[in-house]
């Protein structure tokens, strides 16, 4: 194990610690914008549709803010930002806990294709997304939950110029909504890390047929896909295997660490506001060390796992080596901070706490998913340690 | 104080060591020529052994001692937080006697405010100071107090009203420690040191021209001492490097750093000592056993995670930014590292963890990181105070009802 926020990256590009004036200002535009256009009624009312978001407020997002081509390089249509700055967007979205296809399409596609394909295929296939006009998404894990990608069975096998894909994805984030479909599978008769790539087909194509599934976190939409004999390019080219997959997962592990850290910021702040107006035994519940010192707890807890996802996407946005690593770190310390901070909310909120009509639920179930999603904290941990090779 | 560059303090202070630094010189002949110059602590006034200079100018003249291998005022243990107190609220007299000897080092300073019946609510102190005369009499005891045995000079925060209620009958003093009249008595703890001492006065004296600050401003002169004690004294850091220098002003300021240090050595086990547990791991073959493995990552990502939140207190600070909440989080997090520490250190020790001694884990360090981590959670404020300030001040939460109101003589103690 190295320390890694003492490397050196490239030449004059160290880890931040701290958002610079342009960064908290685009954070304060995005936060207004979602508190106008996101408050939990929206919420609630998309979350209960089967699209899950409103194609409407989707759009001026993209004309507005420009966020789904945040990251995206102003070559391929993009704002031409980075790492950092999407995870400012995902964590604002996740502290609205806004409803729309942005981690499928910016995250998990945006940065497939960033990291696997050609540059015909990225000047092809870019503009679309970061305009917002094309919602796409990245099938990875099937029907045995398998984060891993070594554990990915659906077969790619070559057929008159491009591929046939066979096989069952499950848990794909807006995999019913979704113009665009990325899927990793392997080639005929190949195991492990061997043999994978990923593969781009429209969602409409023959062979393919998708199921919303019913998720627990109503504002999160899951899909199955079936592909049988669908027909699918190749992205990018097969040498590279896994790595470009890999550092996909990796990317979206941070960005989804600090998706995560604005739930639970919005977790911690109503359990604060409210002890302050809650009476009980003739006096606010926050004068009650027992409340003071589980809010205290809540606040390190969310400080430190938010110093971890910050650090994290720095680290990957100038390239530090020590970023994958990094990423497992802030997705574990992110899933126990965020579904540990949405449970004391319950608990301090008591009873009303539990009931369907207050909003801590909505992020509670956000936490929950979000703590299996990309893989659970054990995983992450594990890999953590064979990351740094202990 | 006059507008003065960097390039104009800089080309000062090296003229003026190019004259005067000599490493064959006696340590206190040197640190007298800094308290006369002004070049010792040059953020301090001109009046006093100071040049007046802003923090950031008081920098570069470190830099340039660093650079020729110059040693500087004596800065170790309390003598700073005396120093500054004193600048702060003493008399002239008052700082004429003291400051000069705390720079020179002659004189060593403890602190005097704990008592077995106020650890956490320090303002309960009950140690009695009477008038009698033209000096005032103390009677009691205080615990928890670093270097005691060989302190010249005590900060002592005593009571002197038990009308007034419990803040506004305190008041500070400077007591001579080297009196009949004060007992001092090592304190053993529980990992076998004795770092601390317990302080017994019977009728010792204290001159009245030593009361700083007014009588019953007691409290408010302590919290200035505690809060230059919580920003690290003076907001300088000490020279490093100093193990390898020659000459005998270097011998005699490394003997003087032994002793001060003395009562530290264990600290580093105290924080609980991340920094072996993965060598340890492979060491005993741990690191192969899954749930091992996963309390690994657990602390580390505790750790890791405490040290990047230090980081983004530091990087708001030095954007000018306003402190947010991770500025006031460092003391909790260390307690949660150094207890997750100790945790870990014991899963990997396995039956060696009952052990301790010379024939233990590491020479004993193992033993002494499982006994000393207690200390963590407890020393310079409890977690549960720290919960208190944090929940009260950063969260704005309500404060409890209190029960220590009205006259001190009326109210509950141990």
Same mark, same amino acid.
């Given at each position: 194990?190295?320390?890694?926020?003492?490397?050196?990256?490239?030449?004059?590009?160290?880890?931040?610690?701290?958002?610079?004036?342009?960064?908290?200002?685009?954070?304060?535009?995005?936060?207004?914008?979602?508190?106008?256009?996101?408050?939990?009624?929206?919420?609630?009312?998309? *979350?209960?549709?089967?699209?899950?978001?409103?194609?409407?407020?989707?759009?001026?997002?993209?004309?507005?803010?420009?966020?789904?081509?945040?990251?995206?390089?102003?070559?391929?249509?993009?704002?031409?930002?980075? *790492?950092?700055?999407?995870?400012?967007?995902?964590?604002?979205?996740?502290?609205?806990?806004?409803?729309?296809?942005?981690?499928?399409?910016?995250?998990?596609?945006?940065?497939?294709?960033?990291?696997?394909?050609?540059?015909?295929?990225?000047?092809?296939?870019?503009?679309?997304?970061?305009?917002?006009?094309?919602?796409?998404?990245?099938?990875?894990?099937?029907?045995?939950?398998?984060?891993?990608?070594?554990?990915?069975?659906?077969?790619?096998?070559?057929?008159?110029?491009?591929?046939?894909?066979?096989?069952?994805?499950?848990?794909?984030?807006?995999?019913?909504?979704?113009?665009?479909?990325?899927?990793?599978?392997?080639?005929?008769?190949?195991?492990?890390?061997?043999?994978?790539?990923?593969?781009?087909?429209?969602?409409?194509?023959?062979?393919?047929?998708?199921?919303?599934?019913?998720? *627990?976190?109503?504002?999160?939409?899951?899909?199955?896909?079936?592909?049988?004999?669908?027909?699918?390019?190749?992205?990018?080219?097969?040498?590279?295997?896994?790595?470009?997959?890999?550092?996909?997962?990796?990317?979206?592990?941070?960005?989804?660490?600090?998706? *995560?850290?604005?739930?639970?910021?919005?977790?911690?702040?109503?359990?604060?506001?409210?002890?302050?107006?809650?009476?009980?035994?003739?006096?606010?519940?926050?004068?009650?060390?027992?409340?003071?010192?589980?809010?205290?707890?809540?606040?390190?807890?969310?400080?430190?796992?938010?110093?971890?996802?910050?650090?994290?996407?720095?680290?990957?946005?100038?390239?530090?080596?020590?970023?994958?690593?990094?990423?497992?770190?802030?997705?574990?310390?992110?899933?126990?901070?965020?579904?540990?901070?949405?449970?004391?909310?319950?608990?301090?909120?008591?009873?009303?706490?539990?009931?369907?009509?207050?909003?801590?639920?909505?992020?509670?179930?956000?936490?929950?998913?979000?703590?299996?999603?990309?893989?659970?904290?054990?995983?992450?941990?594990?890999?953590?340690?064979?990351?740094?090779?202990? | 104080?006059?507008?003065?560059?960097?390039?104009?303090?800089?080309?000062?202070?090296?003229?003026? !060591?190019?004259?005067?630094?000599?490493?064959?010189?006696?340590?206190?002949?040197?640190?007298?020529?800094?308290?006369?110059?002004?070049?010792?602590?040059?953020?301090?006034?001109?009046?006093?052994?100071?040049?007046? !200079?802003?923090?950031?100018?008081?920098?570069?003249?470190?830099?340039?001692?660093?650079?020729?291998?110059?040693?500087?005022?004596?800065?170790?243990?309390?003598?700073?937080?005396?120093?500054?107190?004193?600048?702060?609220?003493?008399?002239?007299?008052?700082?004429?006697?003291?400051?000069?000897?705390?720079?020179?080092?002659?004189?060593?300073?403890?602190?005097?405010?704990?008592?077995?019946?106020?650890?956490?609510?320090?303002?309960?102190?009950?140690?009695?100071?009477?008038?009698?005369?033209?000096?005032?009499?103390?009677?009691?005891?205080?615990?928890?107090?670093?270097?005691?045995?060989?302190?010249?000079?005590?900060?002592?925060?005593?009571?002197?009203?038990?009308?007034?209620?419990?803040?506004?009958?305190?008041?500070?003093?400077?007591?001579?420690?080297?009196?009949?009249?004060?007992?001092?008595?090592?304190?053993?703890?529980?990992?076998?040191?004795?770092?601390?001492?317990?302080?017994?006065?019977?009728?010792?004296?204290?001159?009245?021209?030593?009361?700083?600050?007014?009588?019953?401003?007691?409290?408010?002169?302590?919290?200035?001492?505690?809060?230059?004690?919580?920003?690290?004294?003076?907001?300088?850091?000490?020279?490093?490097?100093?193990?390898?220098?020659?000459?005998?002003?270097?011998?005699?300021?490394?003997?003087?750093?032994?002793?001060?240090?003395?009562?530290?050595?264990?600290?580093?086990?105290?924080?609980?000592?991340?920094?072996?547990?993965?060598?340890?791991?492979?060491?005993?073959?741990?690191?192969?056993?899954?749930?091992?493995?996963?309390?690994?990552?657990?602390?580390?990502?505790?750790?890791?995670?405490?040290?990047?939140?230090?980081?983004?207190?530091?990087?708001?600070?030095?954007?000018?930014?306003?402190?947010?909440?991770?500025?006031?989080?460092?003391?909790?997090?260390?307690?949660?590292?150094?207890?997750?520490?100790?945790?870990?250190?014991?899963?990997?020790?396995?039956?060696?963890?009952?052990?301790?001694?010379?024939?233990?884990?590491?020479?004993?360090?193992?033993?002494?990181?499982?006994?000393?981590?207690?200390?963590?959670?407890?020393?310079?404020?409890?977690?549960?105070?720290?919960?208190?300030?944090?929940?009260?001040?950063?969260?704005?939460?309500?404060?409890?009802?209190?029960?220590?109101?009205?006259?001190?003589?009326?109210?509950?103690?141990?």
């Amino acid at each position: 194990m190295s320390a890694s926020s003492e490397t050196k990256a490239e030449p004059g590009r160290r880890i931040q610690f701290a958002f610079t004036n342009e960064q908290e200002q685009f954070r304060s535009a995005l936060r207004r914008f979602l508190n106008d256009k996101s408050p939990t009624t929206e919420v609630r009312r998309l *979350m209960a549709t089967a699209e899950g978001y409103d194609p409407a407020v989707w759009r001026q997002l993209s004309d507005e803010l420009a966020i789904p081509g945040i990251h995206i390089p102003e070559q391929y249509g993009g704002a031409g930002f980075g *790492m950092v700055e999407l995870c400012i967007v995902t964590e604002e979205l996740g502290r609205a806990l806004f409803c729309g296809p942005y981690f499928s399409t910016a995250v998990l596609a945006a940065n497939a294709i960033l990291n696997a394909g050609s540059e015909a295929q990225k000047s092809n296939l870019l503009p679309a997304v970061a305009s917002g006009a094309r919602l796409a998404t990245l099938a990875v894990t099937e029907l045995n939950g398998n984060w891993d990608p070594a554990g990915i069975e659906t077969v790619a096998t070559p057929d008159a110029g491009g591929y046939r894909l066979d096989g069952v994805k499950s848990y794909v984030v807006d995999g019913h909504v979704a113009d665009l479909l990325i899927v990793a599978a392997r080639l005929p008769k190949t195991v492990g890390r061997e043999g994978l790539a990923l593969f781009t087909l429209s969602a409409d194509a023959n062979g393919v047929e998708r199921r919303l599934l019913e998720s *627990m976190d109503p504002t999160r939409k899951l899909a199955r896909i079936d592909f049988r004999g669908a027909h699918a390019d190749l992205l990018g080219n097969l040498d590279t295997g896994a790595a470009p997959l890999i550092r996909t997962l990796d990317q979206a592990a941070i960005a989804l660490a600090n998706e *995560m850290m604005g739930g639970a910021q919005a977790m911690l702040d109503s359990a604060v506001d409210y002890t302050k107006v809650r009476v009980q035994f003739g006096r606010e519940i926050g004068s009650f060390q027992a409340i003071k010192h589980k809010c205290a707890d809540m606040l390190l807890d969310v400080e430190l796992s938010k110093s971890s996802a910050y650090c994290a996407a720095q680290a990957c946005a100038v390239n530090d080596p020590e970023w994958p690593a990094l990423a497992c770190l802030a997705k574990a310390a992110a899933s126990e901070t965020y579904l540990h901070t949405a449970a004391e909310c319950i608990q301090i909120h008591g009873g009303i706490g539990f009931t369907w009509d207050n909003d801590t639920h909505l992020w509670f179930k956000r936490a929950k998913s979000s703590e299996v999603f990309l893989g659970q904290p054990s995983y992450h941990r594990e890999l953590l340690m064979q990351r740094w090779g202990v | 104080m006059s507008k003065v560059s960097e390039e104009q303090v800089r080309a000062d202070v090296r003229a003026w !060591l190019a004259a005067n630094w000599d490493s064959e010189m006696s340590l206190v002949t040197w640190r007298n020529k800094l308290a006369d110059s002004g070049w010792g602590m040059p953020q301090w006034p001109e009046a006093w052994y100071g040049r007046g !200079l802003p923090v950031r100018l008081a920098r570069v003249v470190e830099e340039e001692f660093a650079a020729v291998g110059a040693v500087s005022v004596a800065k170790s243990g309390v003598r700073l937080l005396a120093a500054a107190t004193l600048l702060e609220h003493g008399s002239d007299p008052q700082k004429k006697n003291f400051l000069r000897r705390i720079l020179t080092g002659e004189d060593t300073w403890c602190q005097l405010f704990s008592e077995p019946g106020s650890g956490s609510d320090l303002a309960g102190a009950t140690t009695r100071a009477d008038l009698n005369g033209d000096h005032w009499v103390v009677n009691g005891q205080k615990v928890w107090t670093t270097s005691a045995h060989h302190a010249d000079h005590g900060l002592l925060l005593a009571r002197t009203d038990w009308d007034a209620p419990k803040h506004e009958g305190l008041s500070y003093f400077v007591i001579d420690i080297k009196q009949p009249g004060v007992d001092v008595q090592p304190l053993k703890q529980m990992n076998g040191h004795a770092s601390f001492n317990q302080v017994f006065f019977t009728d010792a004296i204290v001159p009245a021209e030593n009361l700083v600050g007014g009588v019953g401003d007691g409290w408010k002169v302590a919290m200035t001492t505690l809060a230059h004690e919580r920003r690290g004294a003076d907001g300088l850091s000490t020279p490093s490097k100093r193990g390898t220098r020659v000459g005998r002003i270097h011998a005699e300021e490394r003997a003087e750093l032994e002793t001060a240090n003395q009562p530290y050595k264990w600290y580093p086990q105290r924080a609980g000592r991340v920094d072996l547990i993965i060598e340890r791991a492979r060491e005993t073959g741990t690191n192969r056993d899954p749930h091992v493995r996963q309390e690994i990552a657990k602390l580390m990502i505790l750790a890791k995670s405490a040290e990047w939140t230090a980081r983004r207190a530091r990087a708001a600070q030095q954007q000018g930014r306003p402190q947010g909440p991770e500025g006031s989080l460092g003391k909790l997090a260390a307690s949660h590292v150094a207890r997750a520490c100790a945790h870990v250190h014991t899963l990997i020790t396995g039956a060696e963890a009952m052990l301790t001694g010379s024939g233990s884990p590491r020479e004993g360090i193992i033993a002494e990181i499982l006994v000393s981590v207690p200390a963590t959670s407890i020393a310079g404020g409890t977690d549960e105070i720290q919960r208190n300030i944090i929940s009260e001040r950063v969260l704005g939460l309500p404060k409890e009802p209190r029960f220590d109101t009205g006259p001190f003589r009326n109210v509950r103690r141990n």
